[in-house]
């Protein structure tokens, strides 16, 4: 069934595809027997298909089956799950309105439903854990008996790197918090060297994720003028999560290229099985995480690469990750020097 005849002559369907691009929500529309007849670019950005495969097999979603047979959904917490066993699912919410003339209307926020206790879950659970070295520390440190300064040091750093991994989280959350009330990031540039800036944000994951090392290799010049608080940030989110996710072996890596003049490029690699296509273009967006494994408790807000994209994004720079049976690898690129508006 064609566009037309699903929604009538209300307006052109060139027009009305034109308008669905520039709304921020997903649409589709189905004719009466569940097959779609259209959808806009959101809408598949959120569901993770090729418009092709859209267009091919009709999308799983129990509130567009509902509706066909007589109703209305309104705000409904729902999974939309691609085509194929192994499609991929999102949660959103979807409403679903019947049409005039047979079929129906499905909308969906750009942003998928974030179960707000999940969240404050994992943070907790995040939070817990240095705070549990820094008391187990502090207890040491705090014992009458005699011990080498060289001891001392050492539990003094593991105060620090705990310290360090739990404001790491609050800066996080307040980043999205700030991104999400349209608050501009704010740089403070200076001349910095970024192979030492990544050589000591390298370091400190390494203390913080005990026995995981990553290979740190600086090509040509890394100097230029950027924000070192902001790419710190970059930079140890991008590790964390080689550390996290990447194979032992081999290790990771970090290279850091100013072989170019007006650019220094930070790229991580790590092995380990490959990013699906479909959910390396969530990554960026916050929240934007596969559904975990029955049973299993999500470990991440999914708020790291959001973050990393806006800091760069305020650099002037871009972010790009790519994923495959060999390796996966995220690269940051960096303008030496721009102006950041006031």
Known sequence: MSLEQVLGPVVPSGLLSAFLEQIPFGVAVFDEQGAPVLHNTAFTQIVGVLPARVQQVPLQCD??????????????????????????????????????RGGVLLLVPAER????????????????????????????LGKPDEMADERRVTLAKRLLTSSNRMEAIVRTLLEYVRSSAGAVVRLHREPMDLGELTRRV??????????????????GDPVGSW??????????????NAFRHGAESPRPTVTVDGSAADRVTVAVTNGGPPIPPEVMGQLFRPFALPAPAPGSPRRQIGLGLFVVHELVTAHGGTVAGTSDQTATRFEVSLPRDTVTPA
């Not at 439903?113 to 040491?140: F, K």
């Not at 924000?227 to 964390?240: E, F, K, N, Y």
């Open 63 to 100: 509130p567009v089956t509902r509706a066909l047979a007589g109703g209305e959904v309104l705000g409904e917490e729902t999974d939309l799950r691609a085509p194929g066993p192994d499609g991929p699912s999102r949660r959103v919410r979807a409403s679903v309105l019947r049409l005039p």
């Open 113 to 140: 439903t974030v179960d707000v206790r999940e969240i404050l879950g994992v943070v907790a659970h995040d939070l817990r854990n240095p705070l549990a070295a820094m008391r187990m520390t502090a207890q040491l």
């Open 202 to 219: 390298v370091e400190e994951q390494e203390i913080a994720y005990p026995g995981r090392r990553a290979e740190t290799r600086v090509i």
């Open 227 to 240: 924000d070192p608080g902001r790419l710190d940030q970059v930079i140890a989110h991008l590790v964390t």
